[in-house]
Structures are given as structure tokens and as C-alpha cells.
T-cell receptor, first 112, second 116 residues
Framework: DVKVTQSSRYLVKRTGEKVFLECVQD?????MFWYRQDPGLGLRLIYFSYDVKMKEKGDIPEGYSVSREKKERFSLILESASTNQTSMYLC???????????FGPGTRLTVT | AQTVTQSQPEMSVQEAETVTLSCTYDTSENNYYLFWYKQPPSRQMILVIR??????QNATENRFSVNFQKAAKSFSLKISDSQLGDTAMYFC?????????????FGTGTRLQVTL
């Protein structure tokens, strides 16, 4: 089975801090995604990557950046965390041309 | 841009009964995929069922089936013989068949509670 893991289930950070959310998949998938999930808004795509060092903006990239130095790892970076970035963050991966996305357990981030 | 609409924020069904979750979408594309994903409380999101737009036959996975109406841009999920383990948030999602990666556009979700 595909396994997608995220570095933390819960994270509390202060406004202005730099925050790193890590995602690792073990199935050699080319595509990796970062979503945020908010009540009443569903999941919204922040960034995705289709290859090492390649990235594309999703629907809500403002305030975020990403890094993909290795195929199995995709990091989401909040350069200067703000309270409106308090949310659940979900990572997902899929194979090249594949339609099924495999999700991690999520990181609930609180920015105070 | 594609949009996905789920008009039922919450639903409830008794165990063993049947429930239908609604989803509509908007797109100008002809080839695409539609999905229902399930997110149980405090657990990971998993794929329930997938429909390819070019296939007229409705997809079925055990107790889960869809009613895909392409002209009406409607994609509802029917859960038969509901079980307590079906309690979850259900998301409808759209995927274009073009582009460099398979991006999903999600609806806002329907919270389903299965009761005794």
C-alpha cells in the first residue's frame, strides 16, 4: 500500500515564524500536492510538483512556497506565518498520469 | 476554471438505509474524471469511487454507486445498506484530463452521520 506521511499531526506556531511542513511518500510517485482544508471551503490546492525541483502554483499560493529536492519529499514553507494560515494541511501524491491521489493524515496548524 | 458544488453540508441516515449525496460541477471540457473521496473522523482521506466522463456506465464499488448525468453535470453518490463506518466527510472532486499533473478540484464536502 502507498504510504504518505506528514511530519506532524499538530503544530502550534507564533505569528511571524517560519514554518516547515514535510511530506514523504514511499511509492516513487512523480506528482505531489499540498492542500489546505477549511470548514465550508473544502480542500484547496496550494502548490503541486510533477518532478524533482519542478513546482506549479495551485489556486491559493499566496504566503506559501514549496521545495522538492528529492522525489519522495515535498515540503510546504510558510515564510512568515500569519493567523489566517491556521488550517488543516493535507499532502497527497499520485503516479505520472495516474488519477488516484493518496493522502497523508494531515497537519493541523495553529498560528497564534 | 472548474467548480464543484455540494449543496448538502450535513446529512444523516439510519443504519442499513440508503442515502444519496449530491454533487454538481461546471466545466467546458469533454474529457475528465469525477471522484468521491471519504474522510473519516481523524483518519486519512481515501478514494471511494471514480468515474470517467467518456464512460456512460455508472461506476459501482460494492455498496457505493454513482449516478453520472453528463449533460446535467451532475454526479451523485448512493450509499446502500449504510454502516456506522460510513460516518465521514464526503468530498466530490473533479480532475481534468489535460495538463502536466492530475490536479483535483474539490467541493465543500458533505458530513454524513450514520445512526443506529
Amino acid at each position: 500500500d502507498v504510504k504518505v506521511t506528514q511530519s506532524s499531526r499538530y503544530l502550534v506556531k507564533r505569528t511571524g515564524e517560519k514554518v516547515f511542513l514535510e511530506c514523504v511518500q514511499d511509492m516513487d510517485h512523480e506528482n505531489m500536492f499540498w492542500y489546505r482544508q477549511d470548514p465550508g471551503l473544502g480542500l484547496r490546492l496550494i502548490y503541486f510538483s510533477y518532478d524533482v525541483k519542478m513546482k506549479e502554483k495551485g489556486d491559493i499560493p499566496e504566503g506559501y512556497s514549496v521545495s522538492r529536492e528529492k522525489k519522495e519529499r515535498f515540503s510546504l514553507i510558510l515564510e512568515s506565518a500569519s493567523t489566517n494560515q491556521t488550517s488543516m494541511y493535507l499532502c497527497a501524491s499520485s503516479s505520472l498520469g495516474g488519477t488516484k491521489q493518496y493522502f497523508g493524515p494531515g497537519t493541523r496548524l495553529t498560528v497564534t | 476554471a472548474q467548480t464543484v458544488t455540494q449543496s448538502q453540508p450535513e446529512m444523516s441516515v439510519q443504519e442499513a438505509e440508503t442515502v444519496t449525496l449530491s454533487c454538481t460541477y461546471d466545466t467546458s471540457e469533454n474529457n475528465y474524471y469525477l471522484f468521491w473521496y471519504k474522510q473519516p473522523p481523524s483518519r486519512q482521506m481515501i478514494l471511494v469511487i471514480r468515474q470517467e466522463a467518456y464512460k456512460q456506465q455508472n461506476a459501482t464499488e460494492n455498496r457505493f454507486s454513482v449516478n453520472f448525468q453528463k449533460a446535467a453535470k451532475s454526479f451523485s453518490l448512493k450509499i446502500s445498506d449504510s454502516q456506522l463506518g460510513d460516518t465521514a466527510m464526503y468530498f466530490c472532486a473533479f480532475m481534468s484530463n489535460t495538463g502536466t499533473a492530475s490536479k483535483l478540484t474539490f467541493g465543500t464536502g458533505t458530513r454524513l452521520q450514520v445512526t443506529l
